[in-house]
């Protein structure tokens, strides 16, 4: 139910009770989720279970079979390592490879603002089958649309993807148990600096490069051999620390973490302490994290730094009964501290 | 990071932690005035390695939060004209003023965007010769030079389509009306840092004879605080009122002349109101008058009306350091970060919203020991 | 306050009093730079950036004296009172 939107700032102002759509509903934190729990779970859900998770997991004619659907309203719509339509196959991509299952098919759904040339809608499509051929999945139908000109970004795109669930067991944060160990597949927060670094005003001379990319293959290698994932969640808007807190509600637990054990590059790091960003809450389009049992840790950090997109694979937590707090992060400095949602996008600061 | 990580040695901090344990023999209080060292001090637990005797404030040294609401209004309004391109930094953009803040504004369609350096906005303005730029300039005497120097580029290549809506607040006013006030419970300063780098320490010694107080100019770094904690304690437990300089990699005595020339150049003293704490005398900067055609509230025609005080928010005591974020009783009730009350819990280096991203803690008795165990 | 980063001067771009830039690394990240603060500064310096302007040279020195002030205290705590 997340939607990958756009990286503009959100207010996290709220009116008590909002009578109209605003901004922070689409920003994946606390007003997405009171939209989804007072109008989308009452008007869909069957069971509590259901719409928690990014992906659904359904019996179809006796297979296992993992549906996801996402919007992409990024801007800008280019940007270093990626665009929005490699972006559009990843993120669902990924959304599938999450719930356990392996990536087949994609619709790709366009809304075009008139007046966008046509030559842009050439490169975005040329990267959506660029980035769905090195997924392994097809785009088999989609839909176009255009709106008038002023009522649209240029360019959205709507995907949807359908896959074949391989997990054995089910992969969701209700399966995670106390000292399964966390593990982070790369470092963090290439792909928030990458769209920064096109913003007016904040620009590097080195690109860094977004991280947008298949995790599918990655998850495949682990379930493949055997490892038993309790949970997996690839990392987008909000970063490492957003997705560490939504799984620990979920899921009911309390997760420990290390901040030495974070991996992050130097041109991110350096951009990130110019910027005043904290890299564990900046946005990430090509890792995830996995829950596993202690006892299948080892193997399944050797596995994943065996793939070209978990070289820098680590662990870097572990589960603990729920007691409430959440996410903890044991500090540079040996201390502690609560992770908490963060209000909206981190912003750049001189302060 | 060369100079950054060193100053991050768990070690070092730990040492230096423990060093202070073996001088402090009594309670004491001392107040740190910068937004930055506040993140630095709650981020690493730095309050938390202290003797439970030495008390930290933080005192006004966010200029985010001490912006007068009626310059945020001023500001949402300049935005809102057509064709206005308004610059700002980060920081700004969720404070509310009267009217809401400087990113609802901009979710209404006004173009505001934001800048890493008042530089950015020059090239903007460069950039769009028939739109309106205006830069907020807010900030110590640190961003100062730079805004003076957006100003000067500005000025000798004559754009006309550039303009700033200046509020700059100087650091010594506040210290020395912090010490004044008859409530007063400081005993020892730590003076920010990079305010330094640029203005030099000579304002301060004045301030430490006649209130007999121990100022240290200190870093942002673990290892920085601490070793400022442990010259200003030192000095408190020996009867000591001095100026010292911890800072002294990126401190000189005089400061940067030539970013204080500029200054000079560019601004005048004026007196200058602090939100949740009222006007402070020869406290604020203005443009000079040779640069007054550049001062945004003349040409888009607005008044500053000095607006009403702020209903529940206690965001003026928090920042004269007379009560902690935890003694409000809206604090992680009513005012949260979600939902903000006031400047200190909006803005990211407020004291309110550094002890709630940073603080917060449960409160099931398994909670409680695993909260006992971050205290520790 | 305020964000202040030491970054190293990779290389020095013209430019007068006003508007001399050039190229700072901060730990894998380049940006442009303004250096009109720092005249005296030159390439391998380094120097501390707050907004998109140096506002001071590192005295390496200086910078090493938080180290020797803690062993000396370290020192003379072990020697007793």
């Not at chain 2, 200190?218 to 437990?237: A, M, S």
Request: overall charge negative; proline content about 6%; some cysteine.
């Amino acid at each position: 139910m997340s939607d990958r939107a756009s990286f503009a700032p959100v207010c996290p102002m709220p009116a008590d009770a909002a009578e109209e759509i605003q901004l922070a509903h689409g920003g994946g934190g606390g007003m997405t989720q009171r939209l989804i729990e007072e109008i989308f779970r009452p008007a869909f859900a069957a069971s509590p279970g259901e719409l928690v998770h990014d992906g659904a997991v359904l019996e179809l004619g006796g297979a296992r079979i993992a549906f996801t659907t996402d919007s992409y309203v990024v801007r800008p719509l280019f940007f270093p390592g990626g665009d929005i339509g490699s972006l559009a196959v990843n993120g669902t991509v990924n959304d599938l490879a999450m719930c356990g299952a392996q990536p087949l098919y994609l619709s790709l759904g366009l809304v075009l603002e008139e007046g966008l040339p046509i030559e842009l809608l050439r490169r975005v499509v040329a990267s959506v089958r660029c980035a769905a051929d090195a997924a392994g999945v097809r785009v088999v139908t989609g839909d176009t649309k255009v709106v008038e000109r002023g009522k649209g970004d240029g360019v959205y795109v709507n995907t949807a993807g359908v896959g074949l669930v391989v997990a054995r067991r089910p992969v969701a944060p209700a399966e995670v148990r106390p000292g399964d160990v966390v593990l982070l597949s790369g470092d963090v927060g290439r792909h928030g600096v990458a769209i920064m670094s096109v913003r007016e005003g904040l620009q590097f001379e080195s690109a860094i490069e977004s991280d947008c990319a298949p995790l599918a293959g990655l998850v495949l290698a682990m379930i493949e051999a055997g490892v038993e994932l309790h949970c997996l969640r690839d990392l987008t808007r909000g970063g490492l620390a957003t997705a560490l807190i939504e799984i620990a509600e979920a899921g009911k637990v309390d997760i420990r973490v290390s901040e030495a054990a974070v991996a992050v590059s130097d041109p991110v790091r350096g951009a990130c302490e110019i910027l005043g960003l904290d890299p564990l809450y900046v946005a990430n389009e090509g890792r995830c994290i996995a829950f596993v049992a202690p006892e299948q840790a080892e193997r399944a950090l050797a596995i994943m730094r065996r793939h070209p997109l978990g070289a820098g694979a680590a662990a870097i937590g572990t589960v603990e009964p729920g007691t409430g707090m959440g996410v903890v992060l044991r500090g540079l400095l040996g201390g502690s501290r609560v992770l908490d949602m963060l209000s909206g996008e981190q912003l750049p600061r001189i302060c | 990071m060369k100079f950054v990580d060193e100053y991050r040695d768990a070690s070092a901090a730990h040492r230096y932690a423990e060093a202070i344990a073996r001088i402090a023999t009594r309670p004491w209080v001392i107040m740190e005035i910068c937004g930055g060292q506040t993140h630095s001090i709650l981020r690493h637990g730095i309050d938390r390695m202290l003797p439970t005797g030495v008390s930290l404030l933080h005192g006004p040294g966010c200029p985010v939060c001490v912006t007068p609401a009626e310059i945020i209004d001023a500001a949402i309004g300049i935005a809102g004209e057509p064709g206005v391109i308004f610059c700002s930094f980060g920081d700004m953009l969720r404070v509310p003023g009267e009217g809401g803040s400087l990113l609802a504004a901009k979710a209404r369609g006004a173009d505001v965007r934001i800048v890493y350096s008042p530089l950015d906005a020059v090239t903007i303005a460069r950039a769009n010769p028939r739109r309106q730029v205006v830069f907020f300039a807010i900030g110590f005497e640190t961003t100062a030079p730079t805004t003076a120097m957006a100003v000067a580029q500005a000025a000798r290549e004559d754009l006309g389509n550039f303009s700033l809506l200046v509020s700059h607040v100087l650091v010594p006013p506040a210290i020395e009306a912090l010490l004044a006030a008859p409530d007063n419970t400081v005993q020892g300063f730590l003076a920010a840092g990079h305010v330094c780098t640029v203005m030099g320490v000579e304002a301060y010694a004045p301030l430490a004879r006649r209130f007999g107080v121990p100022i240290v100019v200190t870093g942002f770094e673990p290892v920085d605080l601490l070793q400022g904690l442990h010259l200003c304690i030192r000095q408190l437990e020996e009867g000591r009122a001095e100026v010292e300089n911890q800072y002294s990699r990126s401190v000189r005595a005089e400061g940067n002349q030539v970013a204080r020339q500029l200054i000079r150049k560019v601004f005048e003293i004026r007196t200058q109101r602090w939100r949740g704490i009222g006007e402070i005398a020869a406290s604020g900067l203005g443009l000079a008058p040779a640069y007054a055609r550049y001062d945004a509230l003349a040409r888009f025609g607005r008044v500053i009306r000095p607006s009403a005080a702020e209903g529940e928010c206690i965001s003026g005591v928090i920042l004269r350091g007379l009560k902690k974020p935890g003694d409000c009783p809206a604090f992680g009730t009513r005012c949260t970060p979600e939902h903000p009350l006031g400047a200190t819990m909006v803005s990211s280096e407020g004291a309110c919203a550094a002890y709630y991203r940073y603080r917060r803690l449960g409160t099931s008795p398994v909670a409680a020991a695993l909260a006992e165990e971050i205290r520790r | 306050m305020c964000l202040a980063v030491p970054g190293r001067i990779e290389s020095v771009d013209s430019g007068d009093e006003l508007t001399r830039q050039g190229r700072v690394a901060f730990g894998g990240i380049v940006k442009q730079i303004n250096l009109a603060c720092v005249p005296e500064a030159g390439v391998g310096d380094y120097v501390l950036v707050h907004a998109g302007v140096a506002l001071a040279v590192i005295d390496e020195a200086e910078a090493s004296r938080t180290f020797a002030y803690l062993r000396e205290i370290e020192a003379v705590d072990e020697e007793g009172p």
